[in-house]
T-cell receptor, first 112, second 116 residues
């Protein structure tokens, strides 16, 4: 678990603002994922990347963007187009797609 | 793509009793089935997993069973304790295969409450 980190722990967004959530892993994993979790709800996949310089949309990609320029890093940007961004955001990684996913500690995003 | 259904959505048991959570999957090519535990405000953590070449796996008070023919798998927790209270997620995937269809698909979660 210590091998995957997310920052910040809490993030506040103003109306019309883009914010970026950081996710870093030192596990040498090829695949990385972003999930959104609303209170009392399950895990909804936003974006995932199976390899560097490649990523695919998940089930709720609208209003979000990602990049995968380095194997260790998979930042998520919540754009102003995401009208209801308040949620708990979890990043995960796995050795390859389909294998065990290990989760970061999460970032809680709140709207001011 | 894969579809994973999980039941029940909530489960309340008395301390010391057993708890069973069941999941069904749709993709007959799925071969890896992990279970995660998520405590309130924390990240999901892997507690046990099973691959399709075995029918049962046990780790102390936790066991998972897999029925490939019926395409369902279950989590069994015996002698439940208050610290078992959490949300449990099942998942399924085509591990070892390439392509977008290989990634883990999660169930919707079961909130387990162990009462004294």
């Amino acid at each position: 678990d210590g091998g995957i980190t997310q920052s910040p722990k809490y993030l506040f967004r103003k109306e019309g603002q883009n914010v970026t959530l950081s996710c870093e892993q030192n596990l040498n994993h090829d695949a990385m994922y972003w999930y959104r979790q609303d209170p009392g709800q399950g895990l909804r996949l936003i974006y995932y990347s199976q390899i560097v310089n490649d990523f695919q949309k998940g089930d709720i990609a609208e209003g979000y963007s990602v990049s995968r320029e380095k194997k260790e890093s998979f930042p998520l940007t919540v754009t102003s187009a995401q009208k209801n961004p308040t949620a708990f955001y979890l990043c995960a990684s796995s050795r390859t797609s389909g294998e065990t996913q290990y989760f970061g500690p999460g970032t809680r995003l709140l709207v001011l | 793509g894969e579809n994973v259904e999980q039941h029940p959505s909530t489960l309340s048991v008395q301390e010391g009793d057993s708890a069973v959570i069941k999941c069904t999957y749709s993709d007959s090519a799925s071969n890896y089935f992990p279970w995660y535990k998520q405590e309130l405000g924390k990240r999901p953590q892997l507690i046990i997993d099973i691959r399709s070449n075995v029918g049962e796996k046990k780790d102390q008070r936790i066991a998972v069973t897999l029925n490939k023919t019926a395409k369902h798998f279950s989590l069994h927790i015996t002698e439940t304790q208050p610290e078992d209270s959490a949300v449990y997620f099942c998942a399924a995937s085509r591990a070892g295969l390439t392509g977008t269809a290989s990634k883990l698909t999660f169930g919707t979660g079961t909130r387990l409450q162990v009462t004294l």
